[in-house]
């Protein structure tokens, strides 16, 4: 019993192979996050902020992650990574996006840990997402970025941004690893279950 139990919080620790999953996973998702801009800029000629709407995009990195391997400090680590690499490529926001990337991982990993890294479904990530996107609009408001804005705009800004975010980051990362996971892909990296410990006797 005593070993298990000591299985158990082994299997819960993030490991080296996990660390690289999750920075692979990260440098995938720098990449498309350096690539997304345009779709940023094409919907931004529509109006009432709706490329915001496509800003979810920057917080998948971490929540994705954090479903592929289900432990702690992932979402913090993937979106922090993702980050670093986008600004590598030469991200229009520089170092202001290492900011960007710990301040939005760590709004999906305070999520996640309020559920104790356990409960994992499509509402817990779109909270996740919500979390992220929360945080970037502080940082936004630190510099500068929407300080002028009307309060109706305001609201406008803030609504669009977490309804994108929520469906893409949210929703969308859910399904997606979901998918995933129907192929038995991500049963090499994800943590033993006690379920699996138990028919092992």
């Given at each position: 019993m005593a070993q298990k139990e000591t299985q158990q919080r082994a299997a819960k620790g993030l490991k080296l192979t996990d660390v690289l999953i999750t920075i692979v996973i990260a440098a995938v998702f720098g990449v498309i996050y350096r690539i997304w801009g345009p779709m940023y800029d094409l919907l931004k000629p529509l109006g009432l902020h709706a490329e915001q709407l496509s800003y979810g995009m920057w917080f998948m990195a971490g929540t994705f992650a954090f479903l592929v391997i289900r432990k702690p400090w992932v979402a913090l680590l993937a979106e922090?990574?993702?980050?670093?690499?986008?600004?590598?490529?030469?991200g229009s926001w520089g170092v202001t996006t290492l900011v960007y990337g710990l301040l939005q991982g760590l709004g999906a990993e305070l999520v996640f840990a309020a559920f104790r890294y356990r409960r994992v479904n499509v509402g817990v990530t779109m909270l996740a997402a919500l979390g992220s996107a929360v945080f970037s609009l502080f940082v936004d408001s630190y510099y500068g970025y929407i300080e002028q804005l009307a309060f109706w705009n305001y609201v406008l800004f803030i609504v669009t941004r977490l309804i994108g975010s929520a469906i893409i980051a949210g929703v969308f990362a859910y399904y997606l690893t979901s998918a995933l996971a129907r192929t038995g892909v991500l049963n090499l990296v994800r943590p033993v279950s006690s379920k699996d410990y138990d028919a092992l006797g």
């Open positions: 922090l990574a993702a980050a670093t690499v986008e600004a590598l490529y030469g």
